[in-house]
């Protein structure tokens, strides 16, 4: 049976803006509060790599560099930080990137001490991996802040597309996400269907409507993982104009 910070994380008001995990944390803004605490894990869990390759941008040694982000997750699930955080701008993205600006400028030096591994870090961070990744970012000249928000737009978005795969693998519907899934971006075109068909064992006419049904699914987790971010529902349309025009530039 889930716990109470399961339970509490998924609740959904009837009618009105799910409770999620920023909102949580926010209205918490104690490092005691096992909810909130929770919550906070879960997000920088997820969103973490943004926020890597933010300080590899800054610092070009390797160690160094996994050193301050480890760091700067332990300072920030232990510190209470988000208790200062400005719930008039509730972005989740924009609070960790001032919050990991403020660490790098004034908190770094205080945690050099801090061997690698030897923090009490509450989150599982796979660091290399992260370094392996960041080794294929193209080497234009973006800035350090608009990588970090390209970045953030994708990884959300490979956060949904497992969450889709995952909901097919459940159904035993795994063939439907292969043959369906270049169309989840929004181009329907994208899809052979006559082909799509063949390999599912359906008619075009039946693929086609599966596909639209994989969209409808996908736009709809996209947004639930876009109000995971923001304190209040107003916020979550304009969060969304946001990250797609972050996609454009």
Same mark, same amino acid.
């Given at each position: ?40 894990? #879960?997000?920088?869990? $997820? ?7 933010? %300080? ?9 560099? #996994?050193?301050?982000? #480890?760091?700067? +997750? ?9 208790? &200062? ?10 609070? $960790?990137?001032?919050? $990991? ?18 923090? &009490? ?38 956060? %949904? $597309? ?6 097919? %693998?459940?159904?035993?519907? #795994? ?46 987790? +996209? &947004?639930?993982? %876009?109000?995971?971010? =923001?304190?209040?529902?107003?916020? =979550? ?10 996609? &454009?530039?």
């Amino acid at each position: 049976m889930p716990g109470k910070e399961t339970h509490r994380l998924n609740n959904a008001n009837p009618g009105g803006f799910a409770t999620t995990q920023w909102s949580i944390v926010l209205t918490a803004g104690k490092p005691n509060d096992s909810d909130a605490q929770v919550a906070l894990g #879960q997000l920088c869990e $997820l969103y973490w790599y943004p926020l890597y390759v933010y %300080v590899r941008r800054k610092v070009e040694n390797v160690d160094d560099a #996994q050193d301050m982000t #480890q760091a700067f +997750f332990a300072h920030l699930l232990e510190s209470g930080a988000v208790a &200062r955080a400005d719930r008039c701008r509730g972005r989740f993205r924009a609070f $960790l990137l001032t919050a $990991l600006r403020n660490f790098l400028a004034n908190q770094w030096h205080k945690e050099q001490a801090l061997k690698r591994g030897g923090q &009490r870090l509450k989150l599982s961070l796979d660091l290399d991996a992260g370094e392996s990744k960041f080794r294929l970012e193209p080497s234009h000249e973006c800035t350090p802040e608009k990588l970090f928000e390209r970045r953030w737009v994708t990884t959300l978005l490979e956060h %949904v $597309l497992e969450r889709v795969r995952a909901e097919l %693998v459940d159904a035993g519907k #795994q063939d439907h996400f292969e043959h369906l899934k270049v169309g989840l971006a929004g181009d329907s075109e994208a899809v052979d269907y006559q082909k799509a068909a063949a390999a599912l064992g359906m008619t075009p006419a039946a693929a086609k409507q599966a596909a639209y049904r994989l969209r409808k699914r996908y736009r709809q987790l +996209f &947004r639930e993982e %876009v109000a995971r971010t =923001v304190a209040d529902e107003a916020e =979550v349309d304009e969060e969304i104009g946001r990250l797609l025009a972050t996609l &454009r530039e």
